[in-house]
């Protein structure tokens, strides 16, 4: 079992999982780009059938699990920082590091990302988009093209950081009620857990099923998760979990996450053939391929966080230069990463190759100049005071 670091002692492993959980992300929405299920602000068809399984299983899998995870990391912080900060400064400071850098995607960059789809491909495809050339950037497209994009992310944590400092305010929680340790959870508590979730997202997808985009989230279907694992980091926080976690403990529950991969998953799928919602029925709106789905999701939430957190405790819990960049960059390059993707897709286009190969070589090229960009943008005065 690890040990509890020293009082101020860097946990740096977790800056290096976000780091490699952004990436991840920008590398999932060129999957959707270029033939896997899901939107995004410009898309081409897959040229095949085996690109559209492949891309579309990877962001499946990407999709049961990582945004969780980043908002359990963001979770785990919270208490601490509120506490120190006080009520106050804690709302000043999600105003600033969050509030301000979502009005900008909003207001600017939204409208932009969709300016370059619109307006460098040639005119048929842009035609095919929805775009009527040439456009004009004026302030009536920025208002008519305002958005969260990616940044959804941003505004829900955001929503649940109010959230919790409007609970501790209610609840009249002082500094040292906060300070009691939790325990690391029993394995009892965690089959517990998954359970919640599970049902949670299967009585949800009824009404929202996956790939309905309610109240301007592109996943309001993973809500469950996404609240779960908050608040999960923030007794996580409490006990120092992610240092003290059993690396036994998260053998166990990514094993038992394969095994679910390897049956409940296929199970869920064979159910699609005999419903007559077809792949709907995998979706929500009750069947039980739908609650087979979020059962798997669930368990796979849970287990491969479990494995994602042990691994880079255990082989990158290190500061240096690496450490650095990931520390100081990783937030601005999500911010950035829209137009980048979008930027590097629409130049992409006349390159006619295989779906899969055309994915790599996007990825390849747009994931250095995001953070490339995110290094270039905080180095503008003040700006690392947001970013």
Do not use: C
Request: hydrophobic letters at 55%; glycine letters at 8%; proline letters at 6%.
């Amino acid at each position: 079992m690890a040990t509890t670091p020293a009082p101020g002692t860097r946990i740096f492993f977790v800056d290096y999982l976000k780091a490699a959980i952004v990436t991840l992300v920008f590398v999932h929405h060129l999957a959707i780009t270029y033939g896997a299920s899901g939107s995004f602000y410009y898309t081409e068809p897959a040229t095949d059938a085996v690109s559209t399984v492949v891309l579309t299983l990877f962001t499946n899998f990407n999709q049961a699990w990582f945004l969780g995870l980043l908002f359990l990391l963001s979770g785990y912080f919270t208490p601490r920082s509120y506490e120190w900060k006080g009520p106050g400064r804690f709302f000043r400071d999600r105003l600033v590091r969050l509030g301000i850098p979502l009005a900008i995607f909003f207001f600017v960059l939204n409208p932009v990302t969709v300016y370059l789809v619109g307006s460098l491909l040639p005119a048929a495809a842009a035609a095919q988009h929805g775009f009527t050339q040439p456009l004009t950037l004026s302030w009536q497209f920025f208002l008519s093209h305002v958005g969260t994009g990616p940044l959804w992310f941003v505004e829900l944590l955001l929503i649940f950081d109010l959230g919790y400092m409007a609970w501790r305010l209610l609840a009249g929680k002082t500094d040292a009620d906060g300070a009691r340790e939790l325990p690391f959870p029993s394995v009892e508590r965690i089959v517990a857990f998954i359970l919640v979730l599970a049902a949670s997202a299967y009585l949800l997808r009824i009404v929202a099923p996956i790939g309905a985009i309610d109240l301007g989230l592109p996943s309001l279907f993973d809500l469950p998760q996404y609240l779960g694992f908050f608040i999960v980091g923030l007794a996580a926080g409490r006990g120092d979990w992610l240092v003290k976690m059993p690396s036994s403990a998260a053998k166990k529950v990514s094993g038992v996450a394969l095994l679910a991969s390897l049956t409940l998953l296929p199970l869920a799928i064979l159910g699609t053939f005999d419903a007559s919602l077809g792949w709907g029925s995998l979706l929500g709106n009750g069947t039980p391929s739908s609650g087979l789905y979020a059962l798997w999701d669930s368990i796979f939430a849970v287990g491969a966080s479990m494995a994602v957190v042990a691994y880079f405790r255990s082989h990158f819990n290190h500061g240096g230069r690496a450490w650095k960049w990931a520390s100081q960059y990783f937030y601005a390059a999500y911010i950035l990463q829209a137009p980048i993707l979008v930027f590097v897709a629409v130049m992409l286009s006349p390159v006619h190759i295989e779906s899969l190969l055309k994915f790599l070589l996007a990825a390849v090229i747009a994931v250095p100049l995001i953070w490339a960009a995110a290094y270039l943008v905080r180095k503008i005065p003040f700006a690392d005071r947001v970013l």
